[in-house]
């Protein structure tokens, strides 16, 4: 018996050493994320938290791992990524997660680097991304309204974020479960528009924080300038300066979402730069007054290849001068400067996180907080506010000079290691150096559609562009038939027709019995166009062709989901014996798309499919023609791009995969000048490139290439010179 008890009281031990071990090791695989007023906790601990945004469509699977490293290296606690819900459902039920849309492999990598992630489900992300993430189905899914309290819309955002969180949790990826998700955001800077729609949109910012809390993921909500964003959901803050903003709620931390790096570039616009020195300033005035987690936007901004640039008119560049380039080369001395500024921050965390700070004014524009707790960690920040002059603060036993719009870094309230103006990193130039540009081009060139072709669909009505095409082309040919009689006094008189064609947006060709006739194109400021010109026609019968191009589908505004595209007309001929004659009613034929997109003649088997042209026949500078060539990849890693300047308007295919659309045609407009870091930064200072292309140099990433052999084929609307296509080296 005493024997049995020995045995039972060993095995008891033995249960119980074995449940201690697996508590342990669940400890160490789990762990909780919780917040209040001071900052976000992890296991309990409040933490500063450095985060940068890096969009895993915006790069290539090869590039992931350099860019987190470097994100890493440069000081980041956490990678913040939008989920992009045309990218992974682009039919409904059809879902999508391979190549650049693989979120789970990017969060993992994330995860082996050791860093967080931040996943920003939406699912509408804005992004200048095309329709703010949006599918194009969804605008036709029956009785929708987006973003409002609407049963068909909320029916189908529940679905979709609900099958991205089921997602995250089967591949265990929430902090809770042991991986680097510490928190999600459900909607996206909804506050302007529910401002906008009123009590529906109050209905729907309820609705959508309750649905997120309840798909119970242990990690927190946030919503970006939502300011009525419901408990227990955080409210943050967008903008260039964050300062000033405060929580709805004194329990909840005050966090920036994003940062603005800098800003995106527009096809007629000029490139926006945001100084190394201003940047760092604001992130230092934000902590200073209690911000503890800040999020760069972007940190890299990748690019916007195929055709997933939206909001119209946005450029395929998606640079935005972050701190890691489009190409995936650090940005200097951007990247350091913010680096040095990481370091100084995290020596002053103690601090930061265990109590409020104290503040005082020396001086005027100057500004003094300090962060001291009981047990004696000191952290100070000395600003001072004034664009022009610099100033001397005396502090402690110390004197500290402070240079214009700046702050200092005293970690220990004794020295300064940082000051946002001083920059010690190293100032880099970039080349774009040409490794190839002795290219032999074919070229084949594309006739007008006309209405007599089989296969167009017809209407009595100007029909809007994209209920015709889905979105599953840029291009939707517009075609008429105008008869013409002998009698009429221009045919007479020699003279021509005024023709004009009023369209929605966002770029229009006009041909006429097959013949170019001119072009016309909108802005980013104003889609809208009118195309108004004499043409020639003669006796019978006449075919105008209108080729409508839509240059990304819009992605913000009040019920941008209601907005149109294409030629809505009136479409008038002025001249005639009757007056002006409104086409508008008569009868339109329809065709998506361009002949070479159904014939894929950016694959190696579409191509095969025409007879191309080349040497002395080979097309220049002639509307709606393609080229294509062949090459072999250079030499090296450098990051690889097309010079595109001898080039109008179109889209770029290397091996079959879309870099995007080039339009060097498109001369950037604005002013350029000078640029002081001092001051309030908006996107209209520190530009560049005014009176060049908006955007010149398209990136190729080399993970697309073989060794040799390599397709490069080129659409070209407008009518360019491909021989002054060169491949160039970033360096």
Same mark, same amino acid.
């Given at each position: 018996?005493?024997?049995?008890?020995?045995?039972?009281?060993?095995?008891?031990?033995?249960?119980?050493?074995?449940?201690?071990?697996?508590?342990?090791?669940?400890?160490?695989?789990?762990?909780?994320?919780?917040?209040?007023?001071?900052?976000?906790?992890?296991?309990?601990?409040?933490?500063?938290?450095?985060?940068?945004?890096?969009?895993? #469509?915006?790069?290539?699977?090869?590039?992931?791992?350099?860019?987190?490293?470097? +994100?890493?290296?440069?000081?980041?606690?956490?990678?913040?990524?939008?989920?992009?819900?045309?990218?992974?459902?682009?039919?409904?039920?059809?879902?999508?997660?391979?190549?650049?849309?693989?979120?789970?492999?990017?969060?993992?990598?994330?995860?082996?680097?050791?860093?967080?992630?931040?996943?920003?489900?939406?699912?509408?992300?804005? +992004?200048?991304?095309?329709?703010?993430?949006?599918?194009?189905?969804?605008?036709?899914?029956?009785?929708?309204?987006?973003?409002?309290?609407?049963?068909?819309?909320?029916?189908?955002?529940?679905?979709?974020?609900?099958?991205?969180?089921?997602?995250?949790?089967?591949?265990?990826?929430?902090?809770?479960?042991?991986?680097?998700?510490?928190?999600?955001?459900?909607?996206?800077?909804?506050?302007?528009?529910?401002?906008?729609?009123?009590?529906?949109?109050?209905?729907?910012?309820?609705?959508?924080?309750?649905? +997120?809390?309840?798909?119970?993921?242990?990690?927190?909500?946030?919503?970006?300038?939502?300011?009525?964003?419901?408990?227990?959901?955080?409210?943050?803050?967008?903008?260039?300066?964050?300062?000033?903003?405060?929580? %709805?709620?004194?329990?909840?931390?005050?966090? &920036?979402?994003?940062?603005?790096?800098?800003?995106?570039?527009?096809?007629?616009?000029?490139? #926006?730069?945001?100084?190394?020195?201003?940047?760092?300033?604001?992130?230092?005035?934000?902590?200073?007054?209690?911000?503890?987690?800040?999020?760069?936007?972007?940190?890299?901004?990748?690019?916007?290849?195929?055709?997933?640039?939206?909001?119209?008119?946005?450029?395929?560049?998606?640079?935005?001068?972050?701190?890691?380039?489009?190409?995936?080369?650090?940005?200097?001395?951007?990247?350091?400067?913010?680096?040095?500024?990481?370091?100084?921050?995290?020596?002053?965390?103690?601090?930061?996180?265990?109590?409020?700070?104290?503040?005082?004014?020396?001086?005027? %524009?100057?500004?003094?907080?300090?962060?001291?707790?009981?047990?004696?960690?000191?952290?100070?920040?000395?600003?001072?506010?004034?664009?022009?002059?610099?100033?001397?603060?005396?502090?402690?036993?110390?004197?500290?000079?402070?240079?214009?719009?700046?702050?200092?870094?005293?970690?220990?309230?004794?020295?300064?290691?940082?000051?946002?103006?001083?920059?010690?990193?190293?100032? &880099?130039?970039?080349?774009?150096?040409?490794?190839?540009?002795?290219?032999? &081009?074919?070229?084949?060139?594309?006739?007008?559609?006309?209405?007599?072709? +089989?296969?167009?669909?017809?209407?009595?009505?100007?029909?809007?562009?994209?209920?015709?095409?889905?979105?599953?082309?840029?291009?939707?040919?517009?075609?008429?038939?105008?008869?013409?009689?002998?009698?009429?006094?221009?045919?007479?008189?020699?003279?021509?027709?005024?023709?004009?064609?009023?369209?929605?947006?966002?770029?229009?060709?006009?041909?006429?019995?097959?013949?170019?006739?001119?072009?016309?194109? =909108?802005?980013?400021?104003?889609?809208?166009?009118?195309?108004?010109?004499?043409?020639?026609?003669?006796?019978?019968?006449?075919?105008?062709?209108?080729?409508?191009?839509?240059?990304?589908?819009? %992605?913000?505004?009040?019920?941008?989901?209601?907005?149109?595209?294409?030629?809505?007309?009136?479409?008038?001929?002025?001249?005639?014996?009757?007056?002006?004659?409104?086409?508008?009613?008569?009868?339109?034929?329809?065709?998506?798309?361009?002949?070479?997109?159904?014939?894929?003649?950016?694959?190696?088997? =579409?191509? %095969?499919?025409?007879?191309?042209?080349?040497?002395?026949?080979?097309?220049?500078?002639?509307?709606?023609?393609?080229?294509?060539?062949?090459?072999?990849?250079?030499?090296?890693?450098?990051?690889?791009?097309?010079?595109?300047?001898?080039?109008?308007?179109?889209?770029?295919?290397?091996?079959?995969?879309?870099?995007?659309?080039?339009?060097?045609?498109?001369?950037?407009?604005?002013?350029?000048?000078?640029?002081?870091?001092?001051?309030?930064?908006?996107?209209?200072?520190?530009?560049?490139?005014?009176?060049? #292309?908006?955007?010149?140099?398209?990136?190729?990433?080399?993970?697309?290439?073989?060794?040799?052999?390599?397709?490069?084929?080129?659409?070209?609307?407008?009518?360019?010179?491909?021989?002054?296509?060169?491949?160039?080296?970033?360096?």
């Amino acid at each position: 018996m005493g024997g049995s008890r020995v045995l039972m009281m060993e095995s008891l031990m033995r249960s119980m050493l074995l449940l201690l071990l697996l508590l342990l090791w669940v400890c160490a695989v789990t762990a909780s994320v919780s917040y209040d007023h001071k900052a976000i906790l992890i296991n309990g601990q409040r933490r500063i938290l450095i985060s940068g945004s890096i969009h895993y #469509p915006r790069s290539t699977p090869e590039m992931w791992p350099a860019l987190i490293q470097k +994100a890493k290296d440069g000081g980041l606690d956490v990678i913040q990524t939008y989920v992009f819900w045309n990218g992974h459902e682009p039919s409904p039920g059809k879902y999508y997660f391979e190549e650049r849309f693989d979120l789970v492999k990017f969060i993992k990598l994330v995860q082996q680097a050791g860093l967080y992630v931040h996943l920003r489900i939406g699912p509408y992300v804005c +992004a200048e991304w095309n329709f703010g993430g949006f599918p194009v189905w969804l605008k036709y899914v029956p009785g929708i309204a987006f973003r409002t309290d609407n049963e068909p819309f909320k029916a189908a955002m529940q679905k979709f974020t609900g099958k991205i969180v089921s997602l995250m949790k089967s591949e265990k990826l929430f902090q809770s479960q042991g991986g680097p998700i510490i928190m999600s955001q459900v909607e996206n800077e909804y506050g302007p528009v529910e401002w906008e729609i009123g009590a529906p949109g109050k209905s729907y910012t309820k609705w959508a924080a309750q649905m +997120a809390v309840g798909l119970n993921t242990g990690v927190p909500w946030v919503m970006c300038k939502q300011e009525d964003a419901p408990d227990p959901v955080i409210d943050t803050c967008n903008g260039f300066y964050c300062e000033n903003f405060s929580p %709805n709620k004194n329990y909840k931390p005050k966090m &920036w979402t994003e940062n603005w790096t800098g800003w995106y570039t527009d096809f007629g616009g000029a490139n #926006p730069h945001r100084p190394a020195e201003d940047l760092a300033f604001s992130v230092a005035r934000f902590v200073q007054n209690r911000g503890s987690f800040v999020n760069y936007y972007m940190y890299h901004g990748g690019t916007n290849f195929g055709r997933t640039s939206g909001g119209r008119f946005i450029a395929t560049s998606y640079d935005y001068d972050a701190p890691i380039d489009e190409y995936g080369l650090v940005n200097q001395p951007k990247w350091g400067h913010l680096r040095d500024l990481h370091k100084a921050i995290k020596q002053c965390e103690p601090a930061l996180v265990s109590v409020d700070p104290t503040v005082s004014w020396p001086g005027k %524009n100057l500004e003094v907080h300090v962060y001291k707790t009981k047990s004696g960690a000191c952290a100070a920040f000395l600003a001072n506010y004034d664009t022009i002059s610099s100033s001397k603060v005396t502090f402690g036993n110390g004197h500290y000079d402070l240079p214009p719009w700046s702050i200092s870094i005293l970690p220990d309230c004794k020295t300064a290691v940082f000051n946002t103006a001083r920059v010690g990193a190293q100032r &880099w130039e970039k080349k774009m150096t040409p490794v190839n540009s002795a290219f032999a &081009w074919q070229s084949y060139n594309e006739e007008p559609a006309s209405s007599s072709e +089989a296969d167009s669909i017809t209407a009595h009505a100007l029909w809007e562009q994209v209920k015709v095409t889905r979105d599953s082309s840029d291009y939707l040919w517009y075609m008429t038939d105008v008869n013409i009689n002998a009698n009429e006094g221009f045919i007479k008189n020699g003279q021509s027709l005024l023709l004009t064609a009023m369209s929605a947006g966002d770029v229009l060709h006009v041909f006429v019995n097959g013949q170019f006739s001119g072009t016309v194109y =909108g802005g980013l400021d104003n889609p809208k166009l009118t195309f108004s010109g004499n043409v020639k026609l003669r006796v019978g019968n006449n075919k105008i062709s209108l080729l409508s191009v839509a240059v990304g589908l819009p %992605n913000v505004g009040l019920h941008f989901e209601t907005w149109n595209a294409g030629v809505l007309g009136p479409v008038t001929l002025k001249g005639l014996n009757e007056g002006t004659r409104d086409l508008s009613r008569q009868k339109w034929s329809y065709k998506v798309g361009l002949k070479g997109e159904t014939l894929s003649l950016h694959t190696l088997s =579409g191509s %095969n499919s025409v007879e191309w042209t080349q040497g002395s026949l080979l097309a220049r500078k002639q509307p709606l023609t393609w080229y294509k060539t062949t090459f072999n990849a250079p030499a090296g890693n450098d990051p690889l791009a097309l010079d595109m300047s001898s080039m109008g308007k179109g889209e770029v295919w290397i091996n079959g995969q879309s870099i995007g659309r080039h339009w060097p045609g498109y001369i950037a407009h604005g002013s350029c000048g000078g640029c002081n870091y001092a001051g309030t930064y908006t996107d209209k200072k520190c530009r560049t490139n005014c009176g060049e #292309p908006s955007q010149r140099w398209y990136h190729v990433p080399r993970s697309w290439l073989n060794p040799s052999g390599n397709s490069l084929v080129v659409l070209e609307e407008w009518g360019g010179d491909p021989s002054g296509i060169s491949l160039v080296k970033r360096t």
